[in-house]
Each structure stands twice: as structure tokens, then as C-alpha cells.
């Protein structure tokens, strides 16, 4: 009996530990993942930790937006990473690369070029924006999310926020 329970428990083993390589299998061909962390320049933030920026004495503020990809190419089609324009500023992107637009006073991150002529893609890249204080009556204060202009059931995104304040 004895011997029959330990086959037995050898056999699960086994069908558990093809279970896990068939699950790792289908999560690395079939869903990508995305980060985006946004951190105040000379700081680093994770996922975890929300950043609180504050305008200086000539009305700018700076944030630093990190993206993590890992993931395939065509999972990224047609997606962009999108930061919306807060009411009392206006953002400008500070480098002026291909992948970064400002459309409709939005910033915008096309995740696909990223990609190069690559099909699949692990990095980690930073942009940076330039926010520029509007006139504002009193203190004010907004919290910044980034997110993707479509859901994929393909892409897993997960992303921190920061709070934009006019003064500190």
C-alpha cells in the first residue's frame, strides 16, 4: 500500500510540474507586460509608491515616466501609453524622439515603435515631460494616471501615479 502511495504521489508530481511548465510556456508566448512608474527627476519611485510633484519659483515642474516592456511586438499594435493634460498646466515633451507626441495637449507613447524591427522586446526606457503652471487662484492639486489608449486581454499593465500640486 505504502509503495502504491508513493507512485502515486510521484505521478502528481510529475502532472504538477508539466502544469507549471505549460503555464509559464503559454504566459511567455501569449501575454505581454507592461510597467510605467513615474518618478520627480533624481528620485526613483516603484510601482508601489505614488509621486508628488510640486511647481518651482518659475511656475515648472518635470517628471520622469519609465516604461517596462516585456513582451511580443504584435501584442503593442496600435497601443500607446497616454498621460492626460492636467487643468492648470500644460505638458511638453522634453526630448524629442519618435515614439513621443503631444496630441490633443495629451502626452503620448507609442509602445509600438519601441519595438524597432524587433518581435519581441524586453526594456526599460525613460521619457521625460515638462509641465508649465497655467494661472491658477489658490492652491490646486491633480493626481496623474497613465494608461494605455486600448485593453488588450494579451497585455498586463500596471502603472504608479503622481500628484501634481501648485505649491508645496
Known amino acids: 500500500m505504502r509503495f502504491v502511495l508513493q507512485?502515486?504521489?510521484a505521478i502528481?508530481?510529475?502532472v504538477e510540474s508539466i502544469k507549471e511548465w505549460?503555464?509559464?510556456?503559454?504566459?511567455e508566448r501569449l501575454i505581454s507586460r507592461v510597467n510605467v512608474i513615474i518618478n520627480v527627476p533624481?528620485?526613483?519611485s516603484d510601482i508601489?509608491?505614488?509621486?508628488i510633484m510640486a511647481f518651482n519659483s518659475q511656475d515648472l515642474s518635470e517628471a520622469v515616466v519609465s516604461v517596462e516592456i516585456e513582451g511580443i511586438k504584435i501584442h503593442f499594435n496600435g497601443i500607446e501609453l497616454?498621460?492626460?493634460?492636467?487643468?492648470?498646466?500644460?505638458?511638453?515633451?522634453?526630448?524629442r524622439r519618435r515614439e513621443v507626441r503631444i496630441e490633443a495637449d495629451n502626452y503620448h507613447i507609442d509602445l509600438e515603435a519601441l519595438f524597432g524591427n524587433g518581435e519581441k522586446l524586453e526594456c526599460k526606457q525613460d521619457f521625460k515631460i515638462a509641465f508649465i503652471k497655467d494661472?491658477?487662484?489658490?492652491?490646486?492639486?491633480?493626481t496623474i494616471y497613465p494608461e494605455l489608449n486600448k485593453k488588450k486581454k494579451c497585455i498586463r499593465s500596471k502603472c504608479n501615479s503622481a500628484e501634481l500640486r501648485t505649491v508645496n
Open 135 to 142: 494661472s491658477v487662484d489658490g492652491e490646486a492639486s491633480v
Open 42 to 44: 533624481g528620485t526613483r
Open 82 to 95: 497616454i498621460i492626460k493634460k492636467p487643468a492648470f498646466a500644460e505638458m511638453q515633451a522634453v526630448s
Open 22 to 27: 505549460e503555464s509559464k510556456i503559454i504566459s
Open 7 to 9: 507512485r502515486i504521489f
Open 48 to 51: 508601489a509608491t505614488n509621486a
Open 12 to 14: 502528481a508530481d510529475v
